[in-house]
């Protein structure tokens, strides 16, 4: 089973990063689960999620335990999340988020310059589909293609295909910058 803390502000895209890889597991086959947490302000208050996938059974339980990769998009996120990733596991961060003095050492810190990367594809609000990309390369567990089919299908159901273009473009950037 692995498992995912995407951990942010609202209005980062954090919940649509990990409803996105939920919808890759779902399109595979795998089961998966995800557990959406966030305040009561829209934009600005505290959101996260927990994602949950196994090909080998059941995911017996959706709350979050010992992830492997941790998403933090701002630096509370990772203050308070960073204690529970499994060690040997990893933490990606956004361009405005610093490691902490006298953080942990068993964990691996990858940082992807996701906001410039973003707005240089002309998708400032597309940070969160190049961390999608990261993601997907640092696990490993679902191919490029089968996971830009997916997110473009999970969006078209929502009615905004119109992004796919640039989602892809975005997805491929964060894909190809670990």
Not at 47 to 70: F, Q
Not at 124 to 139: C, D, E, R, W
Request: aromatic content about 8%; some cysteine.
């Amino acid at each position: 089973m692995k498992e995912i803390i995407f951990a942010g502000s609202g209005g980062q895209g954090v919940l649509t990063s990990g409803l996105i890889i939920s919808d890759i597991a779902a399109s595979e086959g795998i089961n998966v689960t995800w557990v959406p947490s966030y305040g009561s302000a829209m934009r600005g208050g505290t959101a996260n999620c927990t994602v949950k996938y196994s090909t080998d059974g059941y995911i017996y339980n959706p709350s979050p335990e010992r992830p492997d990769l941790l998403l933090a998009m701002n630096e509370p996120s990772l203050i308070k999340f960073l204690p529970s990733v499994a060690p040997g596991g990893t933490v990606l961060i956004g361009d405005t988020v610093e490691i902490p003095e006298g953080a942990r050492q068993d964990v691996n810190y990858v940082k992807v310059n996701c906001t410039e990367i973003a707005t240089s594809l002309g998708n400032a609000k597309g940070a969160n589909i190049v961390m999608t990309g990261a993601i997907i390369k640092l696990m490993g567990d679902f191919t490029h293609d089968a996971a830009v089919t997916a997110m473009n299908h999970m969006f078209a159901k929502k009615g905004k295909s119109k992004f796919n273009e640039s989602n892809a473009r975005a997805f491929d950037a964060g894909f190809n910058a670990v």
